[in-house]
């Protein structure tokens, strides 16, 4: 029923489903993903997954998208419209061509119970959003087309919101104006931006006081940490998990940035102009997984990351300018799982031979053959070949 609140013939991020089912039925992240299994078992939904070494064994699920059968969103859309509109579990609102819903216009003042408010819009609106009241609304994605975007002032009043989700499906990221009006938003936890041009991150008055997840994907982020005199561990004090994905105008990670102490999850992936990590990368003491694939400008990896004890999972795939691992990569105890797809110019320091807790790496042909010379001091360790997709089919 859930997945009738996405625009037809879209596919959806299946972590943005795990962030919906984790707040609005009180699911532990596991239990979310098992949904989405029990659902593609079912032939519900298909599941997507858009890089081959992507595993949800390690977490990960940024590479795993849905796709659902028109028929079937047809059917969850007419089962959560049923009912009166003020008494829906969802109110999932579909404009087009500035076609407003009767229901919609003949009430000067909406009031909802909704759990779950959906909005999609196409690039044609252009009116003035209704009067609404969603006080209990806990999930809100607003799905639009266009160049410029709005956020709606009915906003300010959502006390109750835990999950904002922002889905820019035009070409190019939108600008973003009444962005301060998530500075009521107390109560957020989980925030994702898509394709959108973030305006200042500190112009609202509020510190996030409770997002602990955070996902900055095809976004301009150049202005999103400028402006503050204020700490950024005072903004985000409770961030665990923090994506930023195609972000192209990454050169550098903000100031202070290494402050964010409870930093579990940092995927920073596809950004092409990232070229170095901060030095004090090791203050990140209970980082967890580190993913850093597909930034190719990137040259080093800082030697503090050898602070990184509970670090389990690094990825350092299609970094290819990153030429050596810093000797201090042989501290990283608990280092479970490290990926080294297209790093076959990455030399290994004697280092390495004492990450004895090591499972598995997974690399091209040249790294697994740099790897085999360390596997009789580390007898558990599994060393697998990612095999190019054959692209033959396309030709």
């Not at 190019?172 to 041009?197: D, M, Q, T």
Request: hydrophobic letters at 40%; one cysteine or more.
């Amino acid at each position: 029923m859930d997945l009738g609140s996405f625009p037809e013939d879209q596919r959806i991020p299946a972590t943005t489903l795990i962030d919906m089912w984790a707040e609005l039925y009180n699911q532990d992240e596991d239990d979310a993903i098992a949904n989405l299994h029990e659902l593609s078992d079912r032939n519900l939904i298909e599941v997507v997954v858009t890089r081959k070494d992507a595993n949800e064994d390690d977490g990960s699920y940024n590479e795993h998208f849905v796709m659902q059968h028109d028929l079937l969103r047809e059917l969850a859309i007419r089962g959560s419209n049923s009912g009166n509109i003020e008494h829906r579990k969802r109110v999932l609102l579909e404009i087009i061509e500035n076609k407003i819903p009767e229901w919609l216009m003949e009430q000067d003042q909406l009031s909802i119970r909704a759990k779950l408010l959906s909005i999609s819009k196409d690039e044609t609106f252009s009116s003035s959003w209704s009067t609404m009241q969603a006080p209990e609304v806990e999930v809100l994605l607003l799905n639009f087309q266009t160049q410029k975007y709005s956020l709606p002032e009915f906003i300010e009043r959502m006390n109750k919101l835990k999950v904002l989700v922002l889905h820019n499906y035009g070409f190019v990221p939108a600008e973003l104006s009444n962005f301060p009006l998530l500075g009521s938003l107390s109560n957020l936890k989980r925030i994702r931006l898509e394709k959108v041009s973030i305006p200042s991150l500190f112009l609202t008055s509020m510190k996030w006081r409770k997002l602990e997840k955070m996902s900055l994907v095809m976004c301009n982020i150049d202005q999103a940490f400028n402006k503050s005199t204020n700490k950024i561990s005072d903004a985000f004090p409770k961030l665990v998990d923090l994506t930023i994905d195609y972000c192209n105008d990454l050169e550098e990670l903000p100031t202070g940035f290494c402050d964010l102490v409870l930093l579990r999850k940092l995927s920073i992936t596809n950004c092409h102009k990232l070229l170095a990590l901060p030095e004090d990368m090791g203050n990140l003491l209970d980082l967890e997984v580190l993913r850093l694939n597909s930034c190719i400008e990137l040259t080093e990896l800082p030697g503090t990351i050898g602070r990184l004890h509970k670090l389990q999972i690094l990825d350092l795939s299609e970094c290819l300018s990153v030429t050596e691992l810093p000797e201090q990569i042989g501290q990283l105890d608990d280092l479970r799982k490290l990926y080294m797809i297209e790093c076959s110019s990455c030399e290994l320091p004697s280092s390495v031979a004492n990450l004895v807790h090591l499972k598995e790496v997974i690399g091209d042909q040249e790294t697994a053959m740099s790897w085999n010379r360390f596997k009789p001091c580390l007898p558990s360790l599994t060393i697998k070949v990612h095999k190019e997709n054959n692209l033959n089919w396309l030709g």
